[in-house]
């Protein structure tokens, strides 16, 4: 059974930072592409970043210059670092992983932007 598991979410004051890491498991087949995606209180579900094996790097408008995805395709990590953060930035965090089988979703990690 595959298995999606966020950390590194919390507190921080604007203007700092925070790593979030992603580890998925239980796939015999690779996943193509992994990333983020946040949800705010009372807003959609958008997409933060995402990485293709092979691609570039997608991101968001609100991410470019301030966060960066990175991933590791042995270990199926994916990780977002996020720097600059501001309190519009507040959200659940989930990441997601896809493969031939389809989509799977984390349970989400709650960053909060505030002083």
């Known amino acids: 059974q595959v298995q999606v598991v966020e950390s590194g979410g919390g507190l921080v004051q604007p203007g700092g930072s925070l790593r979030l890491s992603c580890a998925a498991s239980?796939?015999?087949?690779?996943?193509?592409?992994m990333g983020w995606y946040r949800q705010a209180p009372g807003k959609q579900r958008e997409l933060v970043a995402s990485?293709?094996?092979?691609?570039?790097?997608n991101y968001a408008d609100s991410a470019k210059g301030r966060f960066t995805i990175s991933r590791d395709n042995v270990k199926n990590t994916v990780y977002l670092q996020m720097n600059s953060l501001k309190p519009e930035d507040t959200a659940v965090y989930y990441c997601?992983?896809?493969?031939?089988?389809?989509?799977?979703w984390g349970q989400g990690t709650q960053v909060t932007v505030s002083s």
């Open positions: 997601y992983g896809t493969n031939i089988h389809g989509n799977y």
């Open positions: 239980g796939s015999s087949f690779s996943f193509v592409v």
């Open positions: 990485s293709s094996i092979g691609g570039s790097p």
